[in-house]
């Protein structure tokens, strides 16, 4: 959700700049935006699950209070790093001379800086919860 308007101005421009441009815009173009929707959507929801399965196995049997700031960020970082850096692996695999790696590496990189603030973040909001609020909490 947090990367939702980027998602949408990067499928506008998609939409406007990769198309040809000898045709006006249409529902072409429209459905150029919705599919760069549904890859940002899967590639969120890969991401998401990713970090949510490797926090539960790591940080099992802790309470959200005791959670460590740092190990959240960290399991935030692999969580969104990983669907990029896996499709990336794939796509070299398939086609050794695309992608260009820098930037691609560069981009793995921001993902997963971008998943380890929104895994610091999350955890930050938790906390500030009130104490009988979180699901499993003692009451």
């Known amino acids: 959700m947090a990367l939702l308007p980027i998602g949408v101005a990067f499928g506008f421009y998609n939409a406007w700049t990769a198309a040809p441009p000898d045709f006006h815009f249409t529902a072409q173009r429209l459905r150029m ?69 820098l930037p691609s590496l560069i981009f793995v990189a921001i993902t997963a800086i971008v998943g380890g603030v929104l895994a610091g973040g999350s955890l930050a909001l938790a906390r500030r919860a009130p104490q009988g609020s979180l699901p499993g909490a003692a009451a």
């Open 33 to 101: 935006v919705e599919y760069t929707l549904l890859i940002w959507t899967i590639w969120g929801a890969i991401s998401g699950a990713v970090f949510a399965i490797i926090l539960s196995v790591a940080e099992r049997r802790r309470p959200v209070a005791e959670l460590s700031m740092i190990r959240t960020i960290l399991w935030g970082v692999v969580g969104s790093g990983s669907a990029p850096a896996v499709f990336l692996t794939i796509a070299m695999l398939n086609e050794p001379r695309w992608p260009p790696i």
